[in-house]
């Protein structure tokens, strides 16, 4: 199994940054890919950034990298998700995912609680 934890949420001002973090455990050996992944209230959930778990291959969607960078730090086994330039529309729960499979984006065989990003303008 795999654990997945989010933090690094709050509220920012809009074109404010923040960077997301997420720390896996247990057996990260097995995994193969791992993204972010947002849902606004009263919206569905939808794909952000993912990249291998090993290596240095990234997938966003859409022009999301303009904004948005998926980084990995090896030695802590946590994946980082750097956001700047924030608009009011990217207020949602941010989610990490994981796949055992290297697909891009992950479909998500293990995910974690969310962490809240609020965007004020």
């Known amino acids: 199994q795999v654990q997945l934890v989010e933090s690094g949420g709050g509220l920012v001002q809009a074109g404010g940054s923040l960077r997301l973090s997420c720390a896996a455990s247990?057996?990260?050996?097995?995994?193969?890919?791992v993204g972010w992944f947002r849902q606004a209230a009263g919206k569905e959930r939808e794909f952000v950034a993912a990249?291998?778990?090993?290596?240095?291959?990234?997938y966003y969607v859409g022009s999301m990298n303009d904004r948005f960078t998926i980084s990995k730090d090896n030695a802590k086994n946590t994946v980082y998700l750097q956001m700047d330039s924030l608009k009011p529309e990217d207020t949602a729960v941010y989610y990490c995912?994981?796949?055992?499979?290297?697909?891009?984006?992950?479909?998500?065989?293990?995910w974690g609680q969310g962490t809240q990003v609020t965007v004020s303008s």
């Open positions: 995912a994981a796949d055992k499979e290297r697909r891009l984006p992950p479909l998500g065989d293990y």
């Open positions: 247990g057996r990260t050996l097995s995994i193969g890919a």
């Open positions: 990249r291998a778990w090993t290596g240095s291959a990234t």
